[in-house]
């Protein structure tokens, strides 16, 4: 069975950072690419970020390039996003997905964790 599993998420000020991970298990994600969205309350779901499987091609939302950074060990079939000058806007629950069905800034991707909360107090 496939399995995404977010860790990271916390509590931090406006101006900190937090790293996010993401660990797959189930199969090899070597050759997927894999990405994170948010959702703020009352909000849809959004894209963030995503990488492909060899790196070679990566996409950030305009709202957090230059902040965040996305990143992946694919030894340990594990995605991160390192997220620097956190706003309070960033506040949301952040989800990690792989192998997506269409385009890489879509949601649809066939696999998603559970989600892990970040809130940035200001």
């Known amino acids: 069975q496939v399995q995404l599993v977010e860790s990271g998420g916390g509590l931090v000020q406006a101006g900190g950072s937090l790293r996010l991970s993401c660990a797959a298990s189930?199969?090899?994600?070597?050759?997927?690419?894999m990405g994170w969205f948010r959702q703020a309350p009352g909000k849809e779901r959004e894209f963030v970020a995503a990488r492909s499987w060899s790196g070679g091609y990566t996409f950030y939302a305009d709202s957090v390039k230059g902040r965040f950074t996305i990143s992946r060990d694919n030894a340990k079939n594990t995605v991160y996003l390192q997220m620097n000058s956190l706003k309070p806007e960033d506040t949301a629950v952040y989800y990690c997905a792989a192998d997506p069905q269409s385009s890489y800034t879509n949601s649809h991707y066939r696999y998603w964790g559970q989600g892990t909360q970040v809130t940035v107090s200001s």
């Open positions: 189930g199969r090899s994600f070597l050759n997927t690419a």
